[in-house]
């Protein structure tokens, strides 16, 4: 429970540094859930979704706080809206997480959008799984491993050049030190959910 104390108080100065931060809402909020602070959690979630209404994930994480709080009527408003969301962004995990809870609780999911016809990958460009446009690809993989190769198949530059701007802002304000592992994995674990390769 002090590794989790460790994070929630990481993630707090994160937040408070930079109000405006979605990223560090959506972590604190994640830290809370996995505390069991509900409450916090859903208040976290709650800004971050203010911030930007485009995190699927955000939406199911704060569905799972409200049910949590015994708030279930807006816990279904919540999940129906990131159904939607997930839905039009192509973010097939948490749309499907997502509808799973609804039928769980006895609500109906929303009706999906017929796969709209995009715009074909051509040369040099990929489907962003970030921002959901075929866009330009980046110039080679970012890392020589199988997570650099993933981002280069499936993240647009412009997605990846928002992330080495939020990437830098969290290893500055929780000041990680990159050769520690446990600070690697946060900083990983949160470059998958900025980009959405989960």
Known sequence: ????????????????????????????????????????????????LQLNANLS???????????????????????????KV????????????????????????PELKQAAVQKPVGASEVQCRRCNRVARQLPSPPFSNTQGREIFEKVCADCWREWIGMGTKLINELRLPLSDPKAQKIFDQNMVEFLNLR
């Open 57 to 83: 994930k955000a939406y199911d994480l704060l569905g799972a706080a409200l049910l949590k709080l015994g708030l279930r009527e807006r816990a279904i408003e919540r999940l129906t809206a990131g159904v």
């Open 1 to 48: 429970m002090a590794d989790s104390g460790n994070r929630i108080e990481q993630f707090q100065k994160m937040a408070e540094a930079d109000p405006n931060n979605e990223l560090g809402h959506f972590s604190l909020g994640r830290a809370y859930l996995e505390a069991g602070d509900w409450s916090h959690a859903a208040q976290s979630l709650d800004r971050c």
């Open 86 to 109: 997930a839905d039009e962004r192509g973010d097939v995990m948490p749309r499907n997480d997502m509808i799973s809870k609804l039928k769980e609780l006895g609500a109906p999911a």
